[in-house]
């Protein structure tokens, strides 16, 4: 096997998305449209997305990496509108928009057409987040975002079973469908439940941090392929066990939490940039495979899909944002605020991804030795809808937010909850500070102690600083001044470890252990200043 096409691939991708944090482009468009530029460029290899890879192998540590950053008690204070979105959406965007497809396509069976509508319904996790994350969306509206793009692959997958089904005469009926659908999604939160509590105790057992992250890594695959096994769904298996593993990571040792962030951050670096790069280059593989249809027959075709897909989801949101309301007076006090923009800006934020493409590669070619009717058409309709939302809704959301003037988030006032938090765990710190040194078996002598509670006074007022009034010489806050000291002094000790090592008075083991305390020092001193986010 040649792995330097692959390597090529993750090598430009890394490049293309690091550039694009010097963009105002979102780096998932700027990686499509550098994979569509690509795909076209003589020597690029045939990239080809395999749905046996990247649903059981690229899948997984997305959705995990996506709801380990998630919040679960966001999800459940929000859990009526992502169930809405992530359930009665997408099965409302299958029927709708294969319905509507084949109208519009001549000689489109309808079970065909609704194979179409299942692969083309769910939204991306993976452009949801990267793009509510880029803009500073309101926390309610990025909440609901992340948590619809969490669960919809499940309902997705399983309604595209259902229609493949029928399509290739294997027809289940609507009680199959609904049997197949509550396996699915019972199962898989059963097989979450279940997998939960011993993964997190097997995590607090583990005094190793190589080994916690080992297993860390291990964690979203395991979860997939057990619930896969029993025919649930392997996204809620993940969503369930990574959820319940980010709000109890408090609980596991310091190292382990700080490797895993880490680690977690270049894996999914890797995969969303090569997963981004990988769509675009699917075009000259789709167009390929149109055969008996004309390109410009075909084009009119996709945009006619892409418009359902867009007009389908308003048709949704807007009712399922205001019938609750108009229903529930329960409703309505609990959301108090919401207004037409917020529904506007979810209905547009409806990008989809590469688990489409996924799904839509999956489609078998000969079912019971016939052509499956329409495969290569329905590839590049829901190559062109991924493209398409990924550009035109991608691009033209940022513009739409300002436009519509939607509140970010209040830096001053997350600043200031911090500060309030900070400072009454430092008062809870200190007096337990002060009954630990009473006993004589802590006895400390007085700098050190000293020491103990200048680290707690400093650690309470950092946050306060950033709140406090600017150097006008630098520009910087006390806090800034202090960080940027604090990263001075520790560069001169690290120069002069380097110095002893090379002047053979310490070994590089020694230089290791030395440079690896003045790391998490300077960590430390970064954190203690650093903002949200």
């Not at 080994?211 to 997939?224: D, E, K």
């Not at 894996?267 to 090569?274: I, K, P």
């Not at 688990?355 to 058409?377: C, D, H, K, Q, Y």
């Not at 006993?439 to 007085?446: G, I």
């Amino acid at each position: 096997m040649d792995a330097l096409p692959l390597v090529a691939l993750i090598a430009a991708s890394a490049v293309i998305a690091g550039a694009a944090r010097w963009t105002p482009v979102p780096a998932p468009l700027l990686l499509v449209a550098a994979g569509l530029a690509a795909s076209y460029v003589p020597g690029v290899p045939d990239y080809t997305l395999d749905p046996h890879i990247v649903l059981p192998l690229v899948l997984p540590p997305l959705l995990h990496t996506a709801a380990l950053d998630s919040s679960y008690l966001d999800l459940r204070a929000n859990v009526r509108p992502v169930a809405l979105l992530s359930v009665g959406y997408v099965l409302f965007a299958t029927l709708a928009v294969g319905y509507l497809a084949h109208l519009l396509v001549p000689d489109l069976p309808l079970t065909a057409a609704l194979v179409l509508g299942a692969v083309v319904a769910p939204p991306d996790a993976v452009a949801a987040t990267a793009i509510a994350r880029r803009l500073g969306l309101p926390g309610r509206i990025t909440t609901i975002l992340q948590g619809e793009s969490l669960v919809n692959d499940a309902t997705a997958i399983t309604a595209y079973k259902v229609a493949l089904a029928a399509a290739v005469g294997e027809g289940i009926g609507w009680a199959g469908g609904i049997a197949e659908f509550a396996l699915a999604a019972v199962g898989g939160v059963g097989v979450g439940l279940v997998l939960m509590v011993p993964i997190h105790w097997l995590r607090r057992c583990l005094r190793e941090p190589l080994l916690q992250n080992t297993l860390s890594l291990l964690i979203p695959f395991v979860a997939y392929a057990a619930a896969e096994r029993v025919h649930a769904s392997g996204v809620l298996a993940v969503v369930v066990v990574a959820l319940y593993l980010g709000h109890r990571s408090w609980q596991v040792d310091f190292a382990t939490r700080l490797q895993e962030e880490a680690v977690w951050k270049v894996v999914a670096f890797v995969l969303e940039s090569s997963v981004f790069a990988l769509i675009g280059l699917q075009l000259p593989h789709v167009v390929r495979g149109l055969g008996p249809y004309g390109t410009g027959e075909a084009v009119v075709y996709a945009v006619g899909v892409f418009a359902a897909v867009v007009v389908v989801r308003f048709l949704w949101v807007f009712p399922a944002t205001y019938l609750p309301r108009a229903l529930s007076a329960r409703v309505r006090a609990r959301e108090k605020g919401v207004t037409w923009t917020s529904p506007v800006i979810v209905g547009w934020a409806g990008m989809r991804g590469v688990v489409s493409l996924a799904i839509a590669f999956s489609i078998p070619v000969t079912s019971g030795g016939e052509p499956f009717p329409a495969r290569n058409l329905v590839l590049f309709l829901t190559f062109t809808t991924v493209i398409s939302t990924l550009v035109v809704q991608g691009l033209t959301l940022p513009p739409l937010i300002r436009a519509l003037k939607l509140p970010g988030r209040d830096a001053r006032a997350e600043t200031l909850a911090e500060a309030q938090a900070q400072s009454e765990a430092s008062r809870a710190a200190e007096q337990r500070l002060e009954e630990l040194l009473a006993d004589e078996r802590n006895t400390l002598a007085p700098p050190l102690a000293d020491r103990l509670r200048t680290v707690l006074e400093r650690r309470r007022n950092a946050v306060w600083e950033r709140l406090g009034a600017v150097n006008e010489l630098t520009g910087e806050s006390a806090d800034d001044t202090y960080r940027r000291l604090a990263r001075a002094v520790i560069e001169a000790e690290r120069e002069v470890f380097v110095r002893l090592r090379d002047e053979r008075r310490i070994d590089d083991e020694m230089l290791r252990t030395l440079l690896r305390r003045l790391d998490l020092e300077e960590a430390a001193a970064y954190r203690e200043g650093s903002p949200r986010g």
